[in-house]
């Protein structure tokens, strides 16, 4: 399999110049644990995750270093240690040029950088553009799927996977966090979406995508917005910057 196949390809982002408070809240709004950082043309520049928020001034867990051991390490990195632990914007605290892998990486090379960086997320690109991520929980889907039997993709499969894909995210209900695998005309959708009635209409858009013969429905109703919270939703990258059962309930 490749790196293609198990990507969600719909990627929640944010600016270097975006808030600390900010990113939390898309990060919780949207229940993910990292966001990809992009500049102004949509390229990567780097990536924040949960684990940049354990050193924090707020929390009294920044790093103390004695007068000592700052002069052991070195004044660059003491700088840049309290520069993280209070910078109050993402390009502060995010880790740049981050690990990446081409959409046709085979999955042993995703694996390895995952476990050779200790990293959860690897963002997939296509030339110098940003064309999804993987994650850690994208490969329980990937095993899912083989367990279940799915025959492996071909061609017409790939045609029809892009078209599902594309037919989705020209729509005001597209999933979040989506991603769409086809085997031998059954379309299997995972991600997120608002409510049962944009669950609904996501199922009747990919059942009219030529050459789709069946449905596996995975996907999950997302806890509503809180009251006022502005949706991000839409669109092929969704940035934030200073502005199961089938479809006939059978198995397959």
């Not at 999955?107 to 110098?128: A, C, T, W, Y």
Request: glycine share 8%; hydrophobic share 35%.
């Amino acid at each position: 399999m490749r790196a293609y196949e198990i990507m969600t390809p719909r990627v929640i982002t944010v600016g270097a110049d975006t808030t600390i408070v900010e990113a939390i809240e898309t990060m919780l709004r949207h229940n993910i644990s990292g966001l990809p950082v992009v500049d102004e043309a949509e390229r990567l520049v780097g990536i924040i995750s949960e684990s940049d928020f354990l050193r924090r001034a707020e929390t009294g867990t920044e790093r103390k270093h004695g007068r000592w051991l700052s002069l052991l390490i070195g004044t660059d990195r003491v700088a840049a240690e309290f520069a993280h632990d209070n910078g109050r914007k993402v390009g502060d605290i995010m880790t740049p040029h981050p690990r990446t892998v081409s959409e046709d990486a085979r999955l042993d090379q995703v694996v390895q950088i995952m476990e050779s960086g200790n990293v959860k997320r690897v963002p997939v690109m296509r030339g110098d553009r940003m064309v999804g991520i993987i994650t850690r929980s994208d490969f329980l889907d990937a095993v899912a799927s083989i367990a279940r039997r799915i025959p492996e993709t071909n061609a017409d499969d790939d045609h029809i996977r892009n078209e599902v894909t594309n037919a989705l995210r020209r729509t005001p209900w597209q999933p979040s966090r989506f991603h769409v695998t086809v085997r031998d005309g059954v379309a299997i959708l995972h991600g997120v979406v608002r409510n049962e009635t944009a669950h609904k209409a996501a199922i009747v858009t990919t059942e009219n995508v030529l050459g789709v013969s069946r449905v596996l429905d995975y996907l999950r109703i997302a806890d509503p917005y809180p009251p006022g919270e502005e949706d991000y939703g839409g669109g092929d990258f969704v940035s934030l910057r200073r502005q199961p059962s089938t479809t006939d309930d059978e198995p397959l």
